[in-house]
């Protein structure tokens, strides 16, 4: 996958989803400390309001 990054802040991780050709339905977040995967999930619900964004432990 090109230009996917395990370290990417989240202001990239959002515009890699925006350059998305067809937009994931289901997004999972599984890295970083609880506020900033909810911080993260609130900022996809906003760009895809009909995908499912799972925040993992």
Do not use: C, W
């Not at 230009?3 to 990239?12: I, K, L």
């Not at 994931?24 to 609130?42: F, Q, S, W, Y």
């Amino acid at each position: 996958m090109s230009g996917y990054s395990a370290h990417a802040d989240q202001r990239n991780l959002i515009n890699f989803v925006k350059g998305m050709r067809v937009k994931p339905t289901l997004i999972r977040i599984v890295h970083g400390d609880n506020e900033a995967k909810n911080a993260l999930a609130m900022e996809y619900k906003k760009l895809l309001p009909d995908a499912k964004v799972e925040i993992g432990t």
